[in-house]
């Protein structure tokens, strides 16, 4: 049973909160310790059997992925069409697209932290896994575009005895020390954020997981010191992952932005970019969201007032995003250069008008949809908008490479409009699949719900209440 | 060390936890000291623990080490790579180009303070470490324990003190 801290008896409780409390709560803040504890961790033995159609679903596209990639590597990247001008293909705008989603995990986890956003707690477990994965993802794409993958590391930051490789003045060098620090400090970040459950977890297990939640534990205890320590450390990597996510999308927009190629050539990329992350960041948590609710029984915890509050960031982020695009848009029309204003105007007019207009329908207009009460409540509409959004910044980071590539200062390109072929698609499926493989095989081997987390937030709503109640009952005369 | 005995007392809330911490700090029982309470509990709560006294927190310190370290190091350690004293230098070319070298030192400066946080606190911790025999596994569902290391003499007034706030169990070792 959980520590009671409040003595007002139930009726009066009742009443009082009536008056006080119109809006729906986050979480029901009378559950119990031990039924939190007995909740999450029923999630790691006994899923829906939703849980294994996605499991295999996923891990069917992923070998589909690795063929794809397998027969690449054997034959060279031709037979994944990509030759000039189209030398990035999908390739790239998918590695945009991973990068961006590892924004949420960031979001929810550091910024909603240091702005005492509780309602995050239940949710941003899964979030930071999010990003992990995510980025980890981002990093094959590096690999996959490479073609002659035994020289991957020509991108690191090594001794430049050879004085050809790496080179220090390019972007891709920076791209590959901001990824890597990223997938390292989110890796930690995630971790240590777990060791308290994970104690949990040893505490309850028997047999190899006891062995293996007892390893990753390190034997915590929980005891004062080790919390209060815990807290600080957890606060100031908090603080440090925020101008790092910042960092990371900035450099990769730097990536486009430092070159020459018109629509490509503009100040307000970083920016933009970042947007877009948190934005394609938002809507993936919203598509997470529903799917582990129902999967691992989670409806006590993921509530319906916490997904609206998503629904409402994510809008608000699309906004952002929106008047970002316009500002692109207009700085690209009213400026001199006559070489971003074609490329502007043949991404609206020309072979990829159709992707250009879905783009800014999908990302701009549909989000709108949130805006309604009604839609926020229907689990399944939710669930379509979600994923039409992250369709939408798909398409962004695909408008973003391939039209530029299609329509630069050279007028022999522009005879050159490129599809992606079954390759391309194949590696980009088993992208996805591997991404979603990962998540849900985390998801069933450790907490996706932060028990500590959701402790504390119950128990100071609980305080919190009572000190409501106590105000009421000194004011007879406004009940 | 050796002769040290612990007593662990479960409480079902952080209010009588407090009140036995406090009835500890006033009993001028001899055989033991308050920085040998622990407090332990499911999750942190700052005001209970602020009731053992005055324990400072040292993890920023290492952010901050970290994060110098972190800057000068990883700009020298990029210079070092990228320079090549070997060979005669082209017209227009640094050896070290400092703005992109910012960019990487950047990200090392944030990499290292994050490095020197994380092990700053896991040695804080002491851990990993192993579990006492008076390890209790409600401490991680709903309890909130006290942990006293003292004197043996000492361990009979300190259980006598839980009782009196309504310990839900009381243990001792040896």
């Known amino acids: ?479 | 060390m050796s002769d040290k005995a612990h007593t662990l007392a479960l409480f079902s809330d952080f209010h009588e936890a407090a009140l036995a911490i406090a009835a500890l700090r006033q009993s001028h029982i001899r055989g033991f000291k308050m920085a040998d309470v622990t407090l332990k509990s499911p999750i942190e709560h700052p005001e209970c623990a602020a009731e053992l006294g005055d324990r400072p927190v040292y993890i920023q310190l290492f952010s901050l080490l970290g994060a110098v370290l972190g800057s000068g190091l990883g700009f020298l350690l990029i210079s070092s790579a990228q320079a090549n004293f070997l060979r005669q230098q082209r017209g227009g070319f640094p050896i070290v180009p400092v703005p992109p070298n910012m960019v990487i030192t950047y990200e090392l400066f944030i990499l290292t303070s994050v490095f020197f946080t994380v092990i700053a606190c896991v040695i804080f911790w002491k851990l990993p470490g192993r579990r006492s025999r008076l390890y209790n596994v409600e401490i991680s569902v709903d309890k909130i324990g006290l942990l006293v290391k003292s004197d043996p003499e000492a361990v009979a007034p300190i259980k006598e003190i839980f009782s009196r706030h309504h310990a839900l169990e009381i243990s001792s070792s040896p």
Not at chain 1, 51 to 72: D, M, T
Not at chain 1, 417 to 426: E, K, L, M, S
């Open chain 1, 1 to 479: 049973m959980a520590p009671e801290i409040h003595d007002v008896d139930h009726e009066t409780e009742v009443a009082i909160e009536r008056r006080f409390v119109a809006k729906a709560k986050d979480i029901d803040e009378d559950i119990h310790w031990a039924q939190i504890n007995e909740d999450v961790l029923r999630s790691l033995e006994r899923p829906r059997p939703l849980f294994w159609v996605i499991f295999f679903a996923s891990l069917a596209l992923f070998l589909y992925g690795v063929a794809c990639e397998v027969y690449q590597y054997k034959t060279g990247l031709g037979v994944a069409d990509l030759e000039n001008p189209q030398v990035w293909g999908l390739y790239i705008a998918t590695f945009i697209f991973w990068i961006g989603m590892s924004h949420s995990g960031t979001l929810l986890s550091a910024i909603l932290h240091i702005t005492h956003a509780d309602w995050r707690k239940p949710i941003y477990r899964f979030a930071e896994a999010m990003t992990t994965f995510s980025l980890m993802t981002a990093g094959l794409f590096v690999l996959v575009h490479l073609g002659r993958l035994w020289q991957f590391y020509y991108v690191a930051a090594y001794p430049n005895e050879r004085w050809a490789w790496p080179n220090f003045t390019s972007p891709l060098v920076w791209d590959a020390t901001a990824i890597g620090t990223y997938l390292t400090s989110s890796i930690i970040f995630l971790y240590f954020g777990m060791i308290p459950d994970l104690a949990i977890c040893r505490d309850k297990a028997t047999g190899l997981r006891g062995v293996f939640y007892r390893f990753l534990s390190l034997g915590w205890l929980g005891t004062d010191r080790q919390w209060a320590n815990f807290r600080v450390t957890y606060l100031t990597v908090a603080c440090l992952l925020i101008p790092l996510a910042v960092s990371v999308h900035s450099i990769v927009a730097t990536d486009f932005a430092v070159s020459q190629q018109p629509g490509w050539h503009t100040t307000s990329f970083p920016p933009y970019f970042v947007a877009g992350a948190l934005y394609s960041g938002c809507a993936a948590i919203i598509t997470l969201f529903i799917i582990l609710r129902y999967t691992f029984r989670f409806e006590r915890y993921m509530t319906m007032p916490i997904l609206e509050k998503i629904c409402k960031l994510t809008f608000a982020i699309s906004m952002v995003w929106t008047y970002l695009n316009l500002i692109e848009y207009a700085s690209v029309w009213y400026g001199t250069d006559p070489y971003q204003k074609q490329a502007l105007i043949f991404r609206a007019t020309g072979t990829y008008a159709p992707w250009w207009w879905s783009m800014n329908i999908l990302g701009s207009v549909v989000p709108f949809a949130l805006t309604f009460k009604a839609v926020r409540n229907s689990i399944s509409t939710l669930m379509i908008v979600s994923l039409l959004l992250n369709l939408g910044m798909w398409i962004e980071r695909f408008m973003i490479v391939t039209p530029t590539f299609a329509h630069g200062y050279y007028p022999w390109l522009w005879t050159r409009d490129w599809w992606p072929n079954w390759v391309q698609v194949g590696i980009i499926l088993g992208s996805f699949g591997w991404f979603t493989m990962l998540f849900m095989l985390f998801c069933k081997i450790f907490p996706s719900v932060s028990m500590y987390e959701v402790k504390e937030m119950v128990y100071h709503r609980r305080a919190a209440r009572k000190v409501r109640l106590a105000q009421a009952a000194a004011m007879p005369s406004e009940a």
